[in-house]
């Protein structure tokens, strides 16, 4: 049974598209579990006069072991969803994005039921951030307990936990698999659950009879049987000095603290103001960071910068987007700080002025850069 195909375009102009979703039931016990099933049948023994069991059973004492049951039925069509993540598509055209276009396989389960799906969705490379993976939930997912569940997150098969206003683009590439985070659960634990599902072989061929590649789990190599060794004469190697060896050493450490700054630097300079947050005065925020000097990079290049006159610009490819004109704190002003504050009531302050408005000349918005959340202001347009 091939997945059916999600697409998250205008569905007034484009064709109409369908899910790609996969079902199933994850079977087998755990560890804990097995040890609670023999303490309660030891208890109802002993509660019936009748001797409990105590012979020692080795089986509970292995790695929780799943099975996975794959439903092969067709299902219900989703309703239609009303805002779309992606730029809209030629009527003829058999993609939804073109050459931004970027799949995700979402993985969504209930640790209580053990009911999983499986959806294929399509993004928009660019525009597309963590959130709107989960945004897809209640317009895609057809198992009732999978779409009324909470969920705090999404992560990736190593467990790894990925930020709501992290570009798709940054964290994905081909057709990815992200795993859905139910409320209390961590997202290692999740990517332990996921694992057995991820790995079946049904699973994986269901898949790949709609295009989409994954890794099947490896095996485990057989031993072979050992040969008698044979004496064979070695010639001695020349040990490496103490000094080549400490700069080897060295240039490894080098490198892997150029790695962390560089990351760091990264993270700093693009991640977009959330409430709360603030820009001082002489700081600038990229959108892109050192990505926007790799060759090849897909990335349009954006910039924030909050001048120490009072006024915030937004630079864009063709020049200056926006302009938000402040006032700075004077001398003797108390409680007044100079710089961008976005304030938790999405309210914008600069220096000792309340914004109300912003100069637009350009076609860049406001989120996802350089802010999560739009602001309070109203927009008036302007010419350059």
């Known amino acids: 049974m091939p997945l059916r195909k999600s697409s998250t375009g205008d569905s007034t102009k ?31 023994a002993i509660e019936a006069g009748k001797k409990p069991d105590i012979v020692p059973h080795p089986e509970d004492e292995d790695e929780t072991v799943y099975g996975v049951n794959v439903e092969n ?109 139910p409320e209390n659960i961590d997202a290692k634990e999740c990517a332990r659950l996921a694992k057995p599902i991820l790995s079946d072989t049904n699973v994986i061929q269901m898949l790949r009879s709609s295009g989409i ?35 080897g ?41 050192y990505k926007a000097f790799l060759p090849g990079s897909l990335c349009e290049e954006s910039s924030l910068i909050m001048s120490d006159e009072g006024v915030l610009t937004l630079y864009g490819p063709s020049g200056i987007e926006w302009e938000i004109v402040g006032e700075t704190c004077g001398s003797g002003t108390d409680g007044c700080k100079n710089g961008l504050s976005f304030n938790e009531d999405k309210t914008l302050t600069i220096g000792k002025k309340a914004i109300k408005q912003a100069t637009v000349y350009g076609d860049s918005t406001f989120t996802p850069f350089p802010f999560t959340e739009l602001p309070k202001i109203r927009m008036t347009k302007g010419r350059k």
């Not at 072979?224 to 190697?237: D, F, R, Y």
Request: aromatic share 4%; proline share 8%.
């Open 213 to 247: 590649e994954i890794s099947a789990p490896a095996e485990t190599p057989s031993t072979p049987t050992p040969s008698p060794p044979t004496e064979k004469v070695s010639e001695p190697t020349p040990s490496p000095t103490s000094e080549s060896s400490s700069r």
């Open 249 to 289: 050493v060295f240039i490894i450490l080098l490198v892997i603290a150029a790695a962390v700054i560089i990351q760091v630097v990264q993270m700093s300079v693009t991640a977009p103001l959330g409430p709360g947050q603030s820009l001082s005065p002489n700081a600038f925020m990229s959108k892109c960071g």
């Open 73 to 181: 039925q067709s299902v219900a069509e989703p309703t239609p969803i009303n805002e779309p993540l992606l730029a809209p598509k030629n009527d003829d055209d058999e993609s939804t994005l073109g050459m931004g276009a970027l799949q995700v396989i979402l993985l969504l389960m209930d640790p209580k039921t053990r009911r999983f799906e499986l959806l294929q969705l399509e993004f928009d490379s660019q525009n597309a951030v963590v959130r709107d993976v989960l945004a897809q939930v209640p317009h895609s997912v057809t198992e009732e307990a999978l779409r009324k569940q909470k969920y705090s997150g999404v992560c990736d098969r190593a467990g790894q936990e990925l930020y709501y206003s992290t570009c798709l683009g940054d964290v994905c590439a081909g057709s990815d698999i992200l795993i859905a985070l």
């Open 14 to 44: 484009s064709k109409k598209k369908s899910i790609r979703r996969l079902r199933g039931l994850l079977t087998g016990e755990s560890r804990s579990e097995r040890r609670a099933k023999r303490a309660a049948e030891r208890k109802s």
